[in-house]
């Protein structure tokens, strides 16, 4: 009976799935997402990168190859985010995968 769910115990069935962690990110995932400003302007946001990595560093590498602006942001609950401007989300995952830092699988492209 151990393996058992406790019947007693309340059941939220619009809950999502694994809530119990207070809305923190799935571990391993890197998420790359876009943000529609106004009009044309986009914004995307990349959160998960591995400690092991300088964002700093990452991002200067973005602004070279993508010729873009962007900014680290320090988020209580999502660690280090950066912003770029533009829709770079494709060029994202291809630079991680390409210098392995993540693989395909790891990376989540959200948006659009």
């Known amino acids: 009976m151990s393996d058992l769910q406790d019947l007693n115990a309340p059941y939220d ?4 799935v694994g809530e119990d962690d207070n809305g923190a990110q799935p571990t391993g995932y890197i998420h790359i997402r876009i943000q529609q400003r106004n009009g ?3 914004v995307t ?3 998960g990168l591995p400690k ?3 964002a700093k560093k990452i991002l200067k590498k973005f602004k070279k190859d993508f010729a873009c602006n962007g900014t ?3 988020v209580e609950e999502m660690g280090q985010v950066l912003q ?3 829709d770079q989300r494709i060029k994202i995952a291809e630079f991680l995968v390409s210098e392995d830092i993540a693989k395909k699988s790891d990376i989540k ?3 659009f």
Do not use: N
């Open 13 to 16: 069935p619009f809950a999502d």
């Open 40 to 42: 044309r302007k986009t």
């Open 45 to 47: 946001t990349l959160q």
């Open 52 to 54: 092991e990595y300088d």
């Open 72 to 74: 680290v942001v320090e």
């Open 84 to 86: 770029l401007s533009g």
């Open 109 to 111: 492209i959200h948006g």
